[in-house]
């Protein structure tokens, strides 16, 4: 239904959890739209305006006031949407809806000291992200997957003195500002007689502007802008751990084209159920190396246009001993390459659809399956007023591509969705713990053995003696001053 004020909402009354009632909403239009220079301020704005309080009243205080419900509501600012999602009880849906007026009728106003106070507390959260190995790891896939495009850029402490704290909170309150721009889709257990009169009374109240703030035509976007390495891209980042542990990712880029897009993303869901199923059969039951990998997807590097492509990349994450990454990551990347080569056994397609069609059917058991199945259907390239054809529509590119999948359809996939072969293009990143000093200095040497093989070994010998006679050379004179 649509409100009075243009606010689009769906609802699906379901019993599969007693106390739990979950929505979302959303409207198109996010940080891609920014200029670089108004990116920094504006990425902030969540951060700033959250600490400040973006429903009216200060965190702490708005705790005090919630104390003895069970209403959750949080927001989100994109590259291509803004969104709004919540958690709640039956009982406490009043609650909800009316943290969701709060935030579209509240102006964030920050204060000087408040300012202060926030910019203070950001700081040292960025501090002490910057001192997480996995922060400055997955800066660095960011930064070489993405071709170190502003958007992608890690928000360093020191970048805190360009950023403008008024523009940060007035851009957020742009964000959740129109409500003739967003849909809303509630699912869980909802009593209608109850629950509508409050949508309209929350929902429904909350005012339309007299102009249009942030109302985008998802076809005129702005892309972000990102190029992924056209190449084969290998690199080490170290850091200090108090307990020695390693990381891998490999990605691959994926572009999809053509008029059967919404089909390839099906297909790319079953290839990276299959990856990631005989990717572990190698690296755990047959080597014995690791516990777990895992095969994400990401889609979202185009903009949410209906005729344009859809670019993202396919990952693969694992851990493992320090002294096996390298060596694991041949054997991924050979595995691939067969898969691609030769093709899946008849028993992984049979394997593979099985789990696919267990986790659809244990999805239409749980909430949040519907709420992200009816979201999906209102973004669909194919949404053009009526939800029910959308919702039908991924049905039937769900149906056809799992009637096609063969061993050879799957191989096919593979050769077209991914870099064909797959050894051509990829960035592969590994976090290491950083060595001590001495360490480091050995660890080259051999190395640089390794590399020059038997002929090479009485250059490495004689080159490495003198470098540590330097070394102790040195620190002795500098025993000596001191």
Request: hydrophobic fraction near 40%.
């Given at each position: 239904m649509v409100l009075s004020n243009g606010m689009r909402i769906c609802y699906k009354c379901t019993d599969f959890l007693d106390?739990?009632?979950?929505?979302?909403?959303?409207?198109?239009?996010?940080?891609s739209e920014l200029s670089e220079t108004d990116y920094l301020s504006c990425s902030m704005g969540s951060t700033i305006a959250g600490e400040i309080g973006v429903f009216g009243y200060k965190p702490s205080v708005l705790t005090d006031m919630l104390a003895g419900k069970r209403a959750e509501v949080g927001t989100k600012v994109g590259a291509y949407m803004r969104s709004f999602s919540g958690d709640c009880s039956p009982s406490d849906l009043e609650t909800a809806l009316q943290l969701v007026y709060q935030l579209f009728l509240t102006s964030v106003m920050p204060g000087?000291?408040?300012?202060?106070?926030?910019m203070q507390?950001?700081?040292?959260?960025?501090?002490?992200?910057?001192r997480d190995p996995f922060t400055a790891f997955a800066n660095r896939v960011r930064e070489l997957n993405y071709g170190k495009s502003y958007f992608f850029k890690p928000i360093r402490a020191k970048d805190l003195k360009n950023v403008d704290p008024i523009k940060s909170?007035?851009?957020?309150?742009?964000?959740?500002?129109?409500?003739?721009?967003?849909?809303?889709?509630i699912v869980g257990n909802i009593e209608p007689a109850i629950a509508l009169p409050l949508i309209l009374q929350y929902l429904g109240g909350i005012p339309k502007p007299d102009k249009?703030?942030?109302?985008?035509?998802r076809d005129e976007l702005k892309a972000l802008p990102f190029t992924f390495p056209k190449s084969v891209v290998r690199?080490?980042?170290?850091?200090?751990?108090?307990e020695a542990q390693c990381s891998v990712q490999i990605t691959f880029p994926v572009d999809l084209k053509g008029p059967h897009v919404m089909e390839e993303i099906h297909f790319v869901g079953f290839l990276s159920k299959l990856l990631e199923t005989r990717i572990m059969q190698v690296l755990r039951f047959k080597h014995g190396q690791i516990y777990s990998v895992n095969v994400s997807v990401f889609l979202g590097g185009n903009k949410p246009s209906r005729t344009g492509n859809v670019r993202g990349d396919i990952t693969v994450n694992f851990s493992c001993d320090p002294d096996s990454s390298w060596r694991l990551v041949g054997l991924s990347l050979d595995e691939m390459l067969c898969l691609q080569e030769q093709g899946p056994s008849d028993l992984d397609v049979s394997t593979i659809l099985e789990i696919e069609q267990r986790a659809y059917e244990n999805g239409l058991q749980e909430n949040g399956y519907w709420l992200d199945r009816i979201l999906r259907g209102y973004q669909s390239r194919f949404y053009a007023g009526d939800l029910n054809v959308s919702l039908k529509a991924q049905d039937e590119w769900r149906n056809k591509v799992r009637s096609s999948l063969t061993k050879v359809t799957m191989q096919e996939a593979l050769q077209r969705i991914l870099p064909s072969p797959c050894t051509k293009q990829y960035t592969v990143v590994v976090l290491m713990p950083k060595l001590p000093r001495l360490q480091r200095l050995k660890s080259f040497l051999f190395s640089g053995e390794k590399r020059l093989g038997i002929e090479g070994k009485v250059l490495i010998g004689t080159t490495g003696t003198l470098v540590l006679a330097a070394f102790w050379w040195k620190y002795s004179r500098a025993r000596n001053v001191t």
């Open positions: 106390d739990q009632v979950i929505f979302s909403g959303f409207a198109y239009g996010g940080l000087d000291e408040e300012v202060k106070l926030v507390m950001t700081k040292e959260a960025i501090k002490a992200q910057e909170c007035q851009y957020f309150d742009s964000c959740f500002k129109d409500p003739s721009t967003f849909s809303v889709v249009p703030v942030m109302h985008f035509n690199e080490v980042v170290r850091s200090q751990m108090v």
